[in-house]
Every structure is written in C-alpha cells, then in structure tokens.
C-alpha cells in the first residue's frame, strides 16, 4: 500500500535554531518526492523537488535529502525565522502512467521568539 | 502569472444543506484536482480532471459529491446534502500535464467549509 508518514508530528523550536523533518514512504514505483509548505489558511506552496537520482536539493535556507535506498527523506530548516512556522508537507509521485500522488499529513512547526 | 483561484473562502451551512465551490485554474493547465484537508491531516485527493475527462475520482463520495469542468478550464465541486463530517478545506490544484514532468501542482488558498 502507498503511504507517506511523516514526523514529528508537531515541533517548538527557538527562532535561530535548526530543525529536521522527517519523511518515510512506501511508495511504488517512485517517481519523485515534494516538499510543500503550508500556511495557516492558505494553500499548500513547493519548496524543493527531488527525482531518484538527486540525493540533496536546496532552497534558500531550507535544504532536503532523499535516500531512495532507504525510501527516506529529511527536510533541514537553517536559521529559522517566525515565518518558518507552518506545516511541511511530504508528498510522493508514483509513476502510473500518469503520476499518482500520496500526501503526508504534515509537520507542524511553530518557531518562538 | 496569475495563482489558482477559488470562491468562496469561507462558507458555514447547516447539515443537509447544498454547497457549491468554484475555482479557476492556471491559464493553460490541463489538469485540475480537488481535494479535501481535514483539520491536521495533509491533503485528500477527491477528483481529478484532465482537460474536461475525469482520471481518478475513487476518493470521491460520489453519494453526495459532484464535481464537473465543463470546457476544460474553470471546475466546480458540490456536496449535496452535506454531513457535519464534511467540514473542512476544499483546495483545488492544477498543472500543466498529469503525464509529464515537472509534475508541479500549483495550489488555490482553499475553500473552508463548516457544517453546523
């Protein structure tokens, strides 16, 4: 069964300081992982893609990982900021023939002052 | 380039009630999604439409569920009669071409829906 699990589920973290994500999924046969984030009342936005072959992507202060071995992927917040605070959502493509999508439920970050 | 767009942002009915959503895709996109985000929970794939034919719409509760894109271009999804469980975000998506790469959704701000 395709499924994309996510943690932690939630996280506080100190504005400044660095945080991971993390992101594992049983998805087959893959064709590329996301990550989305999410502010409160609005839409989803891509921050990073990844096809099997790339291992490391990055996005201004936001850098993600994917080892296709383990089906594992990070997500590194560097530095963060009060506006980091949203929820990061993992996302996996099966390629069907016409690209099945499985979403994770998110992280919820909340960054403090 | 203009975003997703969808109507209404907020919508309160009470159970049993109809409800309509609209939303207009990006200029050019051929395929469009629904999809239903329960509070906490990542997004749930109700229907989606290449140009105006339906390729997947196995999560879609098609009891009281509608959803139509007539001309390829704008959609909308209907939920008659509705039950309190259907309170939540209503996010409509859409790309350039389910079958190629980059597979990128572009996201509405969403529809939230609270059924009382």
């Known amino acids: 069964k395709n499924q994309v699990e996510q943690s932690p589920q939630s996280l506080i973290i100190l504005e400044g300081k660095n945080c991971t994500l993390q992101?594992?999924?049983?998805?087959?046969?893959?064709?590329?992982l996301r990550w989305y984030k999410q502010d409160t009342g609005r839409g989803p936005v891509s921050l990073t893609i990844m096809t099997f072959s790339e291992n490391t992507k990055s996005n201004g202060r936001y850098t993600a990982t994917l080892d296709a071995d383990t089906k594992q992927s990070s997500l590194h917040i560097t530095a963060s900021q009060l506006s980091d605070s949203a929820s990061y959502i993992c996302v996996v493509s099966a390629d069907t023939g016409g690209f099945k999508t499985i979403f994770g439920a998110g992280t919820r970050l909340f960054v403090k002052a | 380039e203009a975003g997703v767009a969808q109507s209404p942002r907020y919508k309160i009915i009470e159970k049993r009630q109809s409800v309509a959503f609209w939303c207009n895709p990006i200029s050019g996109h051929a395929t469009l999604y629904w999809y239903q985000q329960i509070l906490g929970q990542g997004p749930k794939l109700l229907i989606q439409f290449q140009n105006n034919g339906v390729v997947d719409d196995s999560q879609l509760p098609k009891d009281r569920f509608s959803a139509e894109r007539l001309k390829g271009v704008d959609s909308t999804l209907k939920i008659q009669p509705a039950k309190l469980e259907d309170s939540a975000v209503y996010l409509c998506?859409?790309?350039?071409?389910?079958?190629?790469?980059?597979?990128?959704?572009?996201f509405g701000p969403g529809t939230r829906l609270t059924v009382t």
């Open positions: 998506a859409s790309s350039l071409d389910r079958t190629a790469l980059p597979y990128e959704q572009y």
């Open positions: 992101c594992n999924y049983t998805v087959s046969p893959f064709s590329n």
